[in-house]
C-alpha cells in the first residue's frame, strides 16, 4: 500500500510560517548589534610555545546604531574605489625614490609608454637591459613643457630621462624609477634629487588620472616578474637564509616592516651592524607592542636574556643577505626557519 506525506508535510510549513509571523519565533536579524564582548579564551598551556594571534580581528566598537525600524543593509561601495586610493604611492628610502604600483610590471609596461607618448617624447630602448627606456623631450608640446617647468628648467631645455621598471619585492607588484640624464647630473645628497621627483610626481598623477590604461598587458615585459627579486636559499653547507636584490637602507626597513607584521617582539638593534634583536616564539612578560623592548626600566632582567634571536642583514654584490641566528643553545636546530618563513612570507 502507498502512502502519501504530502499533506502534513504542507500543514507543518504553514504552521512555521504562522508562528514566525504571529512573533512565536522571535526575528533575530539585528540581534547581533547587541552582543556582548565575552571574556578572552583561554588556550591550553602546551600552545604557549607558539604565538597566537587572531587572524580576523574585530575592533571594540560602542553600540551607537540600533534601528528602531526596518533595516537595511547599505550597498557596497563602488567595486575597488577603497583598494584604487592605494594603487599608487611615491616611496622614499634615503636618497632613493620610486613609484610603487599594486599591478604587475605587464600591466604597468604599456601605461607608462603612453604617458611617453603623451609628453611628446622620443623613446628607445636604454642599453641597461630590459624594463629600461630613454626618453627625450623636445619640450615642443604643452605637457612636456609643464614639466619641464615643474623640474626648474627652462621650456626650451633638451630633456633626456632614464625610467627602469622592475617588479617589487612583493607580489604582483611593480617599481618605477627615474633619473634625469640631462641636463647634467645633480649632486648626489642624501635627499633624493629634485628633478628626479618632479618626473616622477608627473608620472604619479598620469597614472591615477588614466586607471583606464591598465587594461592593456604587455606579454612582452611579462619576462620582468619571472625572476623574483626576493627569495629563499639553502645549500647543502649553509643554513637556509633570504636573498634580496636591493641595497641596504632599502632592506633594513622592509626586514623591520616584516618582522614587526611577523609578530616578533624587538628588543633592540643595531643597525651599523645589520643586526635585529628579537624574540619570538616564547612568552612575553611585557606585551606594550614591537617596539616596547627598545625601553625598559632598570629592574629589567639582562638585555641578552630578553631576546632569542638575531636576525643579521648583510649587504654584498648587489645581493642583500638575511640570515637569523638563534642565541640560546637550548633552542631547537630548526627553529629559526619558522621566523624566517615569517619574514618572507612579509617581504614577497
Known sequence: MKYSYSLPLALILVLTGGLSACGVVPDRTDRYQEAQREAPLRLPDFYRTERLGNRYPVGQAERAFVPVEAFRVPPPPDPGSELLMEQFALKTVGNEQWILVTE????????????????????????????????????????????????????DS??????????????????IRVAVIEPAAEPVTDEPPPQAQAVLQDLLNYLSSRRDSLESYSLVAQVLDADPRVRMVQEADEQAHIEMEL????????????????????????????????SYGQDQEDEGGFWSGLFGDEESALLSDRYNYRVKVITGDRITRVSVIGTREDLPRNEHLKLLDKILENLS
Open 104 to 155: 604587475p610590471v605587464g600591466r604597468i609596461w604599456p601605461a607608462l609608454l603612453d604617458y611617453w607618448s603623451d609628453l611628446g617624447a622620443e623613446v628607445a630602448q636604454n642599453s641597461g637591459g630590459p624594463g629600461q627606456l630613454r626618453a627625450s623631450l623636445d619640450n615642443a608640446g604643452m605637457n612636456s613643457r609643464k614639466l619641464a617647468e615643474s623640474m626648474g628648467l627652462s621650456p
Open 158 to 175: 633638451p630633456v633626456v630621462i632614464s625610467a627602469t621598471i622592475q617588479s617589487g619585492i612583493k607580489r604582483n607588484t611593480a617599481e
Open 247 to 278: 641595497a641596504f637602507d632599502r632592506a633594513w626597513a622592509a626586514v623591520g616592516q616584516s618582522l614587526q607584521e611577523s609578530g616578533a617582539e624587538l628588543v633592540d638593534l643595531d643597525r651599523s651592524a645589520g643586526d635585529y634583536y628579537v
